[in-house]
Structures are given as C-alpha cells and as structure tokens.
C-alpha cells in the first residue's frame, strides 16, 4: 500500500523521511511510479481531475485541515482531512490575539496611531464582553474553553449541539440565540453550501449593535459588501479577518485601507510537515489493518 505525495519539495523531504522511519512506502513524484495500481493513497492539496489512472486508490488525504477545495469523489474513495495536532494551537492562537485586539479596541489606536494622536478609550472588563464562536470542533473547543479562562463569558454554535465543558453550546436551530448574545462573533466553521454566504446582512443585523467579527473560517463565508454597509452603519464597529471574499484580496481592494478592519492573509494556522506526515502514516497503517482511517470526512455534510 503506497502513498503518493502531490506537493512542495521541502514537504516531500519531511516525508519521505518519516514513511521511511515507519517503514512504509511512499512516492512524491507521479512521473516517477511505474505501476500507478500501487497507489492506495493520494496526499494532496486538490487531486487530478482522473483519478481512474490509479484503479486501487482508497483514499484521498488533504495536506491541509480544509476539505472544501476538493472535488467530489467516487463514492469509492474516501476523503481524509489533516489531523496534524499543533492546528488547532495556531488558529486558537490566532482567534485569541484577535478577540483581544477588537475587545481592547485596537483597530481605532491604530487609525490614531495613524494620526498620531493620544487618546484613550473607554475599557470593557472580559467579563461584561460576551463571545459567540460558529463551529465548535476541535479548533472552537479549544479557543472556547481559553477564553472562558481569560474570563469572556462564551457561547456556541454547532450543527450537532453538542456540548463543550463550561460552555453554552447551541444546535442549529439555535444559531439566532447566539448571534443576539454575541458582542464579539467568532466564525471557524467549514465552508459547506449552508455556510456560504452566512455572513451576511441578516447575521450582522441579529448582532447587539457595535459587535465585533472576527473570521478564520472560509472567504466565502463572507459577504465583504454586507459587512462594509455594517460597519458603516455602526451595526459592526471593527472586524478582524484571516480569510477575505475573495482571496487572496485585490492589492485595491477597499478593505485594505478601511481603519476599521485588520486583516491578514490567510496565515491563523499552516499544516506542520512533520505532523503532517505522521498523520498520513496513521491512515495508511489504518488501511492496512481495514480500520476507518482518521479524518475521514462525512461527505454528505461537507466536512
């Protein structure tokens, strides 16, 4: 059972090094395979459009934690998202320092900055800012439970409900009892047809007026127009943005230069090589055994 790696050269390194440690087979360059019926599993950022040249494929594994690039699949072939750990970390990190900066208003110092004024504003303690996370997984469970112990009282929204310690954690009828209780709203959620576009003039409307977004979920999740008329309105008073709609954002796009927005390019988390490869290794050796191999999506939720 053999793994191809589709990706860049410093990756395909770190690789083949840690398949040859767990004595399993790889292969980084499809040029290079003399009999592509070797091939189980298929580790890429988006795979060729014919998969049939590789009539024993099993499974087509991410390098990323998205999934939502990928093409629809043969029914037969599974679809693997990253389990790299150390993803989470990095966008709880990233949503953390985010949440911080619109909850101590540093968007407006900056626009002072800019004119070099000096003038305080007025402080909220944590505890009266209250934060709405969209998508409680790995990555919403994390950040939820950091910054319950900063002292923000937190709520969430899931598709499942499910609950998470020390959290208030809505279904998906419930998404509107989160938004009206979400001073700062924070979207991670999967880009699937029902998330496209979710961000948009209703959502910002459901907010207290004067809420705070901060998205790392997917570009099209947001409609940039909807929350432009938002800010404008006072409806939002400032976002903060790892992911843009589209992206990567035009160098003349008017978000860049509005003093109310912080953005930056798509950088909250990337996929640790090496954890990367030991993943891979976990659903090849899962395979191997006839085991459902971690990360294997639910195509039918998109996710």
């Given at each position: 059972m053999t793994l191809l790696l589709k990706s860049l050269p410093a990756r395909a390194e770190v690789w083949s090094r840690v398949f040859a440690e767990a004595g399993l087979p790889i292969e980084t360059d499809p040029e290079a395979i003399a009999d592509p019926a070797e091939i189980s599993v298929l580790a890429c950022w988006q795979p060729p459009e014919d998969l049939?040249?590789?009539?024993?494929?099993?499974?087509?594994?991410?390098?990323?934690?998205?999934?939502?690039?990928?093409?629809?699949?043969?029914?037969?072939i599974m679809l693997c998202r990253s389990l790299a750990p150390g993803i989470e970390m990095l966008v709880r990190d990233w949503a953390v320092m985010a949440c911080l900066m619109l909850h101590r208003d540093i968007p407006s110092y900056m626009a002072q900055a800019e004119k070099g004024v000096w003038q305080g504003l007025p402080v909220t303690l944590s505890s009266q800012?209250?934060?709405g996370i969209l998508g409680m997984g790995r990555i919403g469970k994390l950040l939820a439970q950091?910054?319950?112990?900063l002292g923000f009282p937190v709520?969430?929204?899931?598709?499942?409900?499910?609950?998470?310690?020390?959290?208030?954690?809505?279904?998906?009828?419930?998404l509107d009892r989160v938004l009206v209780q979400s001073?700062?709203?924070?979207?991670?959620?999967?880009?699937?047809?029902?998330t496209r576009g979710i961000l948009?003039?209703?959502?910002f409307a459901a907010l207290p007026k004067g809420a705070h977004l901060v998205h790392a979920g997917r570009g099209a999740q947001l409609d940039m127009a909807d929350m432009r008329a938002a800010l404008d309105s006072g409806q939002l008073a400032s976002a903060m943005l790892d992911v843009t709609n589209p992206e990567p954002l035009p160098?003349?796009?008017?978000?860049?230069?509005?003093?109310?927005?912080?953005?930056?390019?798509?950088?909250?988390?990337?996929?640790?090589?090496?954890?990367?490869?030991?993943?891979a290794v976990a659903v090849v050796k899962?395979?191997?055994?006839?085991?459902?191999?971690?990360?294997?999506?639910?195509?039918?939720?998109?996710?």
């Open positions: 049939s040249i590789y009539p024993n494929l099993k499974a087509v594994l991410s390098v990323g934690a998205g999934v939502d690039q990928m093409p629809e699949l043969p029914p037969q800012r209250r934060v950091s910054l319950v112990d709520r969430g929204w899931s598709r499942s409900g499910r609950p998470v310690d020390g959290v208030e954690v809505f279904g998906q009828d419930g001073d700062i709203l924070i979207c991670l959620l999967p880009l699937t047809d029902e948009n003039a209703d959502l160098a003349d796009h008017w978000a860049w230069s509005d003093p109310r927005i912080v953005i930056t390019p798509h950088v909250a988390a990337e996929t640790d090589a090496e954890q990367g490869a030991l993943h899962a395979l191997m055994a006839g085991e459902t191999p971690p990360g294997v999506t639910n195509k039918a939720a998109g996710y």
